[in-house]
């Protein structure tokens, strides 16, 4: 799996405080005090400075829409690449950054960690990419760079998102299994949750996962199954997307009887169909969409990867 994981890289509250101020005679006025929307994430100041540790060893890129209002807290929407390629690259590929001005959300896109091979990485799950051990902490990583986020614009705490590609979205599964009550809704392209998810895999309330998934992947097999290289074994796109179903409490017999999509744009007709598990509890979901015929990096229209992302974060926010 190594060796195609590489080659699949290159291709590509706030609390309002009213202080009496001794000898002044009079309180200050409640007009004159700002409002504060109640969503909006507001870290400690000990998060914030851990966060500016963390990210002034690894920075990261970002994009603020021209419409952006400090009267309102803002969505979050984090960009995972895959393995071997960087923050810059996925972003060109997904598309996503070039629409957030007319979208409307606050944007991250970090790099992972550089490997023996010259190859960023994220420390996701047991199967992909830590192929070198280095044991790094990106679930604190992403945590700092959401709260870095929020320590200088209006996060709203309630629709934090990721999105991620190959071992970026295992990595969206490793973040909602250590820190569900943070992130609102994943979308992983082509990257799986823990094999052992049962004993791996934690959240403390249910997410809203998306897995979009080509049957034809020939890195991240869609059907699951073993490297000969590592004897890693990787589940299945259904798998995992049934075990967020499980942690949701959604119905376990699967609805496909919504429309077809057309995802990939060199696929001819609506190629991906859509299953999904109903009656989720609050704050849950769980979709797979299959891109029929699909590899391992689809091709996405512009804009409208873009749109089927937001689309499905937009309507998945915390409640």
């Known amino acids: 799996m190594r060796s195609k994981l590489l080659l699949s890289g290159l291709l590509l509250p706030s609390v309002l405080t009213i202080s009496f101020v001794a000898g002044c005679g009079s309180a200050a006025s409640m007009d004159d005090l700002p409002v504060v929307d109640p969503n909006q994430l507001v870290p400690s100041a000990d998060a914030v400075q851990r966060a500016k540790v963390i990210v002034d060893a690894r920075p990261y890129d970002s994009k ?14 984090i960009l995972l690449h895959g393995y071997g390629a960087n923050g810059l690259a996925q972003n060109l590929y997904f598309g996503i950054g070039q629409e957030v001005d007319r979208l409307g959300f606050l944007y991250a896109y970090p790099d992972g960690t550089m490997d023996s091979k010259g190859k960023r990485f994220w420390n996701a799950t047991d199967v992909c990419c830590d192929f070198d051990k280095k044991n790094i902490d990106d679930v604190a990583y992403v945590d700092a760079i959401i709260d870095d986020m929020a320590s200088q614009y209006h996060v709203d705490k309630k629709r934090i998102f990721i999105v991620g590609h190959s071992n970026g979205g295992f990595m969206s599964h490793r973040y909602a299994c250590d820190r569900a009550e ?107 969409w299959t891109i029929k015929g699909g590899s391992h990096v689809p091709a996405f229209g512009r804009p409208d990867w873009a749109n089927y992302v937001w689309s499905w974060f937009a309507a998945h926010p915390k409640p």
């Open 182 to 288: 943070r992130v609102a809704a994943i979308v992983p392209l082509a990257g799986d949750n823990f094999k052992d998810a049962q004993n791996r895999c934690h959240p403390k309330e249910p997410v809203a996962v998306l897995q979009v998934h080509g049957d034809k992947d020939d890195a991240v097999p869609y059907t699951g199954g073993t490297d000969p290289d590592t004897g890693r074994t990787i589940p299945s796109a259904l798998d995992s997307v049934k075990f967020w179903a499980s942690v949701a409490g959604c119905s376990m017999t699967a609805d496909t009887s919504a429309e077809n999509l057309d995802v990939d744009v060199n696929i001819d007709g609506k190629e991906t169909t859509v299953t999904r598990f109903p009656r989720c509890k609050p704050g849950g979901a769980a979709e797979l």
């Open 64 to 77: 603020i829409p021209a419409s952006y209002d400090a009267k309102k807290s803002w969505p979050l929407v």
